[in-house]
């Protein structure tokens, strides 16, 4: 089957969590899952989510195995020639979301002797080294620790960071003005 539901109530369940025993825990599988889902479906569902009430927290774990969603934009054209968006299709591996007793979910990758090895991310800045090219702490007698050829590019790469931290700095500060304007008394 593609999703398969179990839901433990009760002393059994608190190998879960101890909030389990009382509100239960919700386990769910979704297996070699495949949708057409149209944007406007995903919209349109934010009025059924709200409610007046606060839901109790239900402890849950969700496991996604091997499932592909493909979105397709249903949104009236601007363009009446344009061809329209390309669909965008979201293809899961296998992920594991986690409810815990704090109501937050958590997002994680399986565990064990099946998962793949992650790949450590390489520093660009580390790709870009010239590997004859060295500062060293202490300059030996006739030689310069730092390079003559090397400040204009060190300076260049400073000049290049400051400008990318102004960025930042400015895509922050929109940011917060923007959440500032749904909410007055937010604070960072």
């Known amino acids: 089957p593609e999703v398969c539901l179990r839901l433990e ?14 509100n239960g825990f919700l386990h769910m599988l979704v297996h070699s899952y495949t949708a057409e889902l149209f944007m406007s479906s995903l919209t349109n569902l934010g009025p ?6 606060i ?11 091997d499932a592909k969603i493909t979105l397709k934009d249903d949104s009236p054209r601007i363009y009446p020639t344009s061809p329209g968006p390309v669909p965008i299709t979201l293809a899961v591996d296998h992920v594991i979301v986690k409810r815990r007793d704090d109501g937050v979910f958590y997002l994680t990758a399986p565990q064990g002797e099946g998962s793949r090895e992650q790949e450590k991310p390489v520093s660009v800045l580390q790709e870009q080294k010239a590997p004859a090219q060295y500062v ?53």
Do not use: C, W
Request: proline letters at 8%; charged letters at 25%.
């Open 55 to 65: 839901p109790e927290v239900i402890p849950m774990e969700i496991e996604v195995v």
């Open 136 to 188: 060293s702490a202490a300059p030996a007698a006739g030689t310069r620790g730092l390079q003559l050829k090397e400040v204009p590019e060190l300076q260049r790469e400073l000049q290049t960071m400051k400008i990318a931290l102004a960025e930042a700095n400015m895509d922050k500060a929109r940011l917060l003005q923007e959440i500032r304007k749904y909410n007055p008394l937010f604070q960072l």
């Open 48 to 53: 059924f989510l709200e409610d007046e009430i």
């Open 9 to 22: 109530v009760g002393p059994d369940a608190a190998v879960h969590s101890p909030l389990a025993v009382q």
